[in-house]
């Protein structure tokens, strides 16, 4: 099996005014499709930097991204939304659902910026069928607002999976929630690992989070401190 | 498809904050609707004046014989005895910019009632066409003579409301008969007062007869010619007793001409002359395209030549057409002016909230460009809330509109006059103005960075 994902001594270094504050200072790993990974750094450590780069959210200041077998580090603004909106998905920490939306319809958000000629109906049964996987098929009409954090969290999954990702980041999934529901939610993100082999990157700052993993990437001072 | 999920998008975020969109589109509602009621109440207004400089006789254009010239002595205007009712019948088959035509023959002689007598300012002979020409269709009692009356030289006439208070005393003429040189006419109708021309004349010192009548039973002859001297006075103004029985025993079809008229004017003689054709044009913006068509008309009627000079004038009322088009200018000009500010005011709102819009929903513009939308979708939602807004705002602010021009008409009884181009106005404008005002704050958002608008607390 082929690399998913290869880093190639990344490089970011923020200007802040006058000085320069090197972030990631040379980083090089790789990670291989149906792995689920934990990266795990002290706040500061540049392992948000180092998921946006992963996430394409932010580009390196040098050094080579290989996505798929393509060099992605000089694409713009444009291809790599294309590239998050096909291939990557997102949970946050804080769930990032839209207010006063159904859950269906935030489900069926990232499929506007699809080019893909789907129908109406096709999009709203393949919402659907997602918000079963997650086991919410009686919520599909519930606000954010009347869903608990779990659920909510559920909501923020079926909606990275809409459009059938190769690589799913979760940035402190369990981060709002409390122990029980995150043991389900960790639950979750194993199982989809397992049965779709969908590749997963969990960012946490905690080990009880990270042992759900595969493998764990330390990163410390903008450096991989050592893989486990 | 794409455009419809945006419009949905569009249409769901504005759902979120009712109250908010509802006081937004409130600027542009109040905009689009003083756009609205001002552009009706100001179309009304303009074609009030319009009507009225039209009674005035905006709209009127006289045609006048021309001048004869014989042996070194020019006889002015209206001297030529061309113009014939037939011109008359062709202008009103072959102009279409004329709306109606009315032929004149004018006399100038006494009128008696009973022991009364009176010189009106105006005895004319014409068609019931006149009255239309002249805007002044509503009798004010009785009513107008008929063709019929013209082609049979009934005497009948209408008279106006000086000549009623000058022989009946102010007592209603209908039925009455009264004697113009010794022709005794039967008054069927009572004109409505118009007043004064523009010149001063009163114009309901009015004795109006038809052509036929006044031609063949009361003039006998041209009254046109303005130079006393070449009246020939062996007509009417004998004194005889078989005139004053048989009062058109003396009147000949044929309008006589002198040796000379007959030298010089080798044209076939016509049946009978008229002293002044009176036509209305359309509307003011028809007058030019009337004196063209009357010109061509009245020429080939008159079998000119060519390189023949015209034997005929045609006048319009130039200084009324001025005025009128100078006053609607202005009117337009000035609504256009009050739309502009009152729809900026609006702009400027749909900019702020849209601005608050985007600075709030920083959190979720992040998280549609996380899970792919690109800078371009964000600008495009932004830009289409906005422009939704913006026409939302215009469809109420016509309604709005209309009705408050409806309940100014009603309640006021200002004169109000729908207008289509108002209402296409007010959508394009409001639609600009959405894309305007709403292209700065859509771009802002297009703008931001996706982590830091993620982050943004």
């Known amino acids: 099996m082929d690399n998913l994902i290869k880093l190639h001594d990344i490089h970011k270094t923020y200007h802040l005014g006058e000085i320069d504050l090197p972030v990631l200072k040379g980083i090089s790993l790789e990670i291989e499709r149906g792995e689920m990974v934990a990266l795990m750094g002290a706040s500061g450590s540049g392992k948000s930097t180092l998921m946006n780069i992963l996430g394409c959210l932010d580009h390196p200041t040098s050094g080579e991204y290989w996505l798929e077998g393509r060099d992605i580090s000089g694409f713009g603004a444009r291809e790599r939304a294309r590239l998050r909106n096909r291939i990557l998905g997102f949970v946050f920490q804080n769930f990032n659902l839209l207010p006063r939306t159904s859950a269906l319809e935030n489900v069926l958000m990232p499929l506007s910026y699809t080019k893909e000629g789907l129908t109406e109906h096709q999009k709203k049964e393949r919402a659907s069928a997602m918000l079963e996987k997650v086991g919410l098929s009686g919520r599909i009409d519930h606000h954010p607002s009347q869903l608990s954090g779990g659920e909510q969290q559920r909501v923020a999954i079926a909606r990275s999976l ?51 993993a595969t493998r764990i990437i330390r990163i410390k001072d903008g450096l991989i401190d050592g893989a486990a | 498809m794409r455009m419809i999920g945006t419009l949905k998008t569009a249409s769901g975020a504005l759902r979120r904050n009712v109250m908010r969109t509802l006081l937004t589109t409130l600027g542009i509602v109040i905009g689009v609707g003083a756009v609205i009621t001002m552009m009706e109440i100001g179309n009304g207004a303009s074609l009030a004046i319009q009507r ?4 005035i006789g905006a709209n009127t254009l006289v045609i006048i014989p021309g ?15 061309t113009l014939t009712p037939n011109d008359a019948d062709a202008i009103a088959k072959g102009c279409p910019a004329i709306a109606s035509v009315a032929p004149i023959v004018r006399a100038r002689t006494q009128v008696v009632y009973g022991n009364k007598n009176w010189v009106p300012t105006y005895i004319y002979g014409s068609t019931p066409s006149f009255l239309q020409v002249r805007d002044w269709v509503d009798m004010d009692e009785g009513e107008s003579f008929t063709e019929h009356d013209v082609r049979n030289a009934s005497k009948v006439c209408v008279v106006g409301k000086t000549i009623v208070r000058e022989l009946f ?25 118009k007043g004064a021309n523009m010149m001063g004349q009163d114009q309901d010192d009015i004795l109006l007869a038809p052509w036929t009548t006044i031609k063949y039973r009361v003039v006998a002859t041209t009254l046109s010619g303005g130079n006393q001297s070449t009246t020939n006075t062996s007509n009417t103004t004998e004194v005889n007793s078989l005139t004053m029985t048989y009062p058109n025993i003396s009147t000949s079809l044929y309008p006589t001409q002198s040796t000379n008229e007959a030298a010089d004017l080798p044209q076939p003689i016509r049946f009978a002359n008229v002293d002044q054709i009176l036509t209305a044009a359309r509307g003011p913006e028809w007058i030019q395209t009337a ?22 004038t045609v006048r319009d009322m130039t200084e009324i057409t001025k005025a009128m088009s100078s006053t609607t ?16 005011v609006g702009g400027v709102g749909i900019m702020n909230i849209m601005l608050v819009s985007v600075t709030e929903r920083t959190r979720e ?24 807004l913006c026409l939302a705002g215009g469809i109420m602010g016509i309604i709005a509109g209309r009705g408050a021009s409806m309940i100014v008409s009603k309640v006021l009884h200002w004169p109000t006059a729908p207008s289509i181009g108002a209402v296409v106005a007010a959508v394009v404008v409001s639609a600009s103005v959405g894309v305007i005002f709403g292209f700065y704050p859509a771009w802002k958002g297009s703008r931001l960075d996706p982590i830091d608008a993620l982050r943004y607390e």
Do not use: C, W
């Not at chain 1, 929630?177 to 590749?199: A, K, P, V, Y």
């Not at chain 2, 001048?67 to 005895?81: H, K, R, W």
């Open chain 2, 365 to 388: 513009i992040g998280l549609r460009m996380a899970v792919g939308a690109e800078p371009n979708d964000i600008l495009r939602q932004f830009l289409t809330e906005a422009i939704v």
């Open chain 2, 67 to 81: 001048a004869q010239f014989v042996g070194g002595i020019n006889y002015g205007i209206g001297s030529m005895t």
């Open chain 1, 162 to 212: 809409i459009n059938r990702p190769q690589v799913l980041f979760a940035d402190e999934p369990t981060g709002n929630l409390d122990s029980r529901t995150s043991e389900e939610i960790l639950e979750m993100f194993q199982g989809l690992n397992g049965t779709e082999g969908i590749t997963i990157i969990l960012v946490t700052h905690d080990p009880g989070v990270a042992r759900h």
């Open chain 2, 52 to 55: 009225t400089l039209t009674a």
């Open chain 2, 291 to 312: 004196i063209d068509q009357i010109t061509d008309v009245i020429r080939e009627n008159h079998h000119l030549r060519p390189t023949a000079p015209n034997d005929f």
């Open chain 2, 329 to 344: 200018d202005l009117i337009t000009r000035l609504l256009l002016y009050v739309a502009m500010i009152s729809l900026m």
């Open chain 2, 169 to 193: 005393a102010g007592q209603s003429p209908i039925g009455k008969e009264i004697r113009v040189r010794n022709v005794a006419f039967k008054v069927i109708g009572v004109l409505q007062q």
